[in-house]
């Protein structure tokens, strides 16, 4: 039989040898530290939505708890200072703890109620990063922030490569923790809550405490993205980084790439993040060179147009592949159900014999 090549080991072989083989300049790191970063807030959001089956729109909201959580607890200016690695992980904790207090009340909802449950949760948040001014120093936000050391050897914001690995290792350590738990007896309690919830329970899987775990863990997933894009930063940013748009590019990040797929929400956030960050700088770029004075006018300004060849591209994708680009069936996952081959007549009891 013919081996089949592991789609994430790929991924991440090809993301480490980048800055190697090919001139890495600033708008690249720039542009695949972002796709890092989401690409982790994307996991989270599958673990909830592509897992389980529950429609989360507010995970821009628990990047925001990861971000201001992180920076509250290393940031010079509040009493704490337990330094970036400690930081990081209790803002994981921050993260699943918001999702438990969230998901507690709520998750007896379904479908589009639970999506608005979730939309609303965003926006109070955003509301109160900007009116709790005497914690979150409102849209100045709080800065600066830690370095990451490792051994006494601390990275500084201008060394971009060190940073670039540092990011794609706490991704693959994200990957590998998310893979195993899709592949435990958690995991598949989450698969089979999102193909049938009814015939789950009566099999014994408590569905609003499996959903519960899953919210938690994806919101703990997507804090820790927060916490790296603050650090990148070196500073929260306003709240307005974290608004309604962000929920909406991670739920692309998984359509695009595969609901239910690991291995797609790499891809889908190297789609949808490196496209606006890479290609269409250098399409507005291109168009731009060729303005000759008239970005004056809206239709010829290259910033307009660039935006209509992203809403293009993305329609194609998700009309030409609507189950995204690599399905939970081409990577292997667990989660992904084999086709049934037909019944035949054969198939049948006889003679009127119960099955």
């Known amino acids: 039989m013919r081996a089949r ?17 090919f001139g890495a300049t600033g708008l690249f790191y720039d542009a695949f ?16 939505t592509g897992f389980t089956g529950m429609l989360n729109l507010g995970m821009a909201a628990f990047m925001a708890l990861g971000a201001y959580g992180f920076a509250i607890l290393t940031c010079d200016i509040y009493p704490f200072q337990i330094g970036f690695w400690w930081g990081l992980l209790l803002s994981g904790a921050i993260g699943a703890l918001a999702g438990f207090l969230l998901g507690a009340p709520t998750l007896g909802l379904s479908g589009d109620y639970l999506a608005i449950v979730t939309m609303g949760f965003g926006e109070i948040t955003l509301d109160v990063l900007k009116n709790l001014e005497a914690i979150t ?5 709080i800065n600066p922030l830690p370095r990451p050391t490792i051994g006494g050897w601390s990275i500084e914001l201008q060394d971009e490569r060190s940073w670039y690995y540092l990011l794609l290792v706490i991704l693959g350590v994200a990957v ?3 893979r195993h738990l899709e592949r435990s007896r958690t995991g598949r309690a989450w698969l089979s809550i999102r193909e049938d919830a009814l ?21 703990a997933v997507a804090a820790v993205g927060g916490a790296l894009f603050a650090a ?20 692309c990040i998984i359509i695009v790439g595969g609901m239910g797929s690991i291995a797609g929400t790499l891809i889908g956030a190297v789609v949808m993040v490196g496209m606006n960050s890479l290609v269409l700088v250098k399409i507005a770029d291109w168009l731009g060179s060729r303005d000759h004075g008239a970005s004056s006018n809206v239709l010829a300004s290259p910033n307009n147009w660039k935006y209509l060849i992203f809403g ?11 189950e995204g680009l690599v399905p939970p069936r081409l990577e292997g996952d667990a989660g992904a159900v084999p086709p049934q081959p037909p019944k035949s007549r054969s198939d049948a009891p006889r003679g009127g014999a119960s099955a």
């Open 5 to 21: 090549l592991n789609p994430i080991l790929l991924f991440f072989a090809v993301a480490a040898a980048l800055p190697l083989f």
């Open 176 to 178: 590998l923790l998310v």
């Open 312 to 322: 293009l591209a993305l329609i194609l994708v998700v009309r030409l592949k609507p």
């Open 199 to 219: 015939a789950s329970q009566c099999m014994g899987i408590p569905p609003k405490r499996t959903r519960m775990i899953a919210f938690a863990t994806g919101s």
């Open 137 to 141: 120093q409102g849209t100045q936000g």
């Open 33 to 48: 530290q972002s796709i890092f970063v989401f690409a982790l807030v994307g996991l989270g959001l599958n673990i909830i």
């Open 232 to 251: 990148l930063l070196s500073s929260t940013g306003e709240p307005n980084s974290y608004d309604f748009q962000v929920s909406i590019l991670a739920l």
